[in-house]
């Protein structure tokens, strides 16, 4: 009686660990396929709003300033004019520390879960290229209106940093390639 006990708690222990295995896989299966909501559309229309923030941000004519107020007008710091203000005092010293402005390049995008895209850039200086992050997150909306959950990509943060070894190896992108 003692022995067959034992041998049913073993197999209640066996299946019961298989269940759980097979539990994490789908939970693990699910999160990968999650990963990659952004369209290509979405993508590119955040492209060509970083892109305009570069060529604005170094056009004489324009002013960084202005070029900020755009860029972050439909952003949580659009309302902010002290934030705004660093970030055009932070603007002006990366053209003053290396040099004028010479291009820009796309050198990584990665979708962390279904509604947060960070971007990577290469912005060429004369002297010195500064990498930049930009951060997008998608909310929705708590209707059951159809409408109301097609929410739109909003603009949480973006920063640049000039070391370029821990820039260019930031373990937010590991070993992703351009994208």
Not at 129 to 152: E, G, I, K, L, N
Not at 153 to 166: C, E, K, P, Q, S
Request: include cysteine; charge should be neutral; proline fraction near 3%.
């Amino acid at each position: 009686m003692k022995r067959k006990r034992s041998t049913i708690l073993i197999a209640l222990a066996i299946v019961l660990c298989l269940v759980v295995g097979a539990s994490q896989r789908d939970t693990e299966s699910r999160a990968q396929t999650q990963t990659s909501s952004s369209s290509p559309a979405d993508v590119e229309a955040l492209r060509e709003q970083i892109g305009n923030f570069f060529e604005n941000m170094s056009d004489p004519n324009k002013g960084v300033n202005k070029a900020v107020e755009d860029f972050v007008k439909n952003s949580l710091i659009a309302d902010n004019e002290r934030t705004k203000a660093r970030i055009a005092d932070g603007l002006k010293a990366i053209h003053q520390n290396f040099g004028a402005y010479v291009a820009y390049e796309a050198i990584g995008v990665k979708n962390v879960g279904t509604d947060l895209v960070v971007f990577r850039y290469l912005y060429k200086c004369q002297d010195y290229p500064v990498v930049w992050y930009f951060t997008y997150y998608r909310p929705h909306a708590s209707s059951s209106d159809p409408a109301a959950s097609q929410a739109s990509w909003n603009l949480i943060g973006f920063r640049y940093d000039t070391n370029l070894d821990a820039a260019l190896l930031d373990a937010t992108f590991g070993n992703d390639s351009k994208k």
